[in-house]
């Protein structure tokens, strides 16, 4: 791949890790409403941003790859965060189960990332009908649902390792779908093959860059997953099965009556 320097691509890589620093700074301080606030002014300031470059699909692969990355897989840790209450603050919000459910979350999150990523393995009219559909809102309903099991406030997934690794193997059909537009042959994507790249790429050269994007942009979920399945072992989550606040201490039980238990 030509076109950016090496100094280019590991600045991609340090935003991706610095990224997943930030929601986890802000997950650290979630009981407080600046941070909250904090999260949500990130969150929309970034969903401005991809959509600008959601206006134009046929500008660049590496474009509107970015802006669909940025709205599913970077807003909605941040948007999460401003939204959902801290936990033992307020009560839960009634969602029907298949929203809160883990393995929707995941189908969705991983599905979505490979029949975009890879049309090819869908019928035609199926990959024509996808195409047709609102990605960016598609993409931000999975993001929400899938982050959402990774969240203070929304969790389901109780024990961080299991969150941990819930979000790790979650991450895995992205990364494939990365991996192979970095190293295919050929344009997998016919619109784009007499598109002149506003960067003055080819566009094999473009779906190459699109891929490393891709790649960066789950960074965020690595980077989240990575901490709650390491630095986290065996601590249970902060969701609901927490009811006390940190540092307070729980009310002692009341004495039983004689006769009782």
Partial sequence: MRGWSPLFQAGWIAAGLLGGSAVLLLAARHRRGSWRLAAGGIGMALLTVAGLGLRDPLASMTQYTFALMVVGQVVPPFLLLATTAAPGTAAPVRLAPWWRDPGVAAALFGGLAVATGLPSILDRSLANALFSAPLGLLDL????????????????IRHDPLAGAYALLGSLPMTVVAVVWMTAPRVLYAPYLDVLCRWDLTPLEDQHWAGFV?????????????????????SPSSGASRNVMPGKMQPPSPPRRSGEG
């Fill in 141 to 156: 309903l999975a993001g929400l649902l899938f982050w959402a099991q990774l969240m203070p406030g929304s969790r389901v």
């Fill in 214 to 234: 891709m790649l960066v942009a789950g960074l965020p979920l690595q980077v989240v997953g990575a901490w709650l399945l390491v630095a986290a072992q065996g």
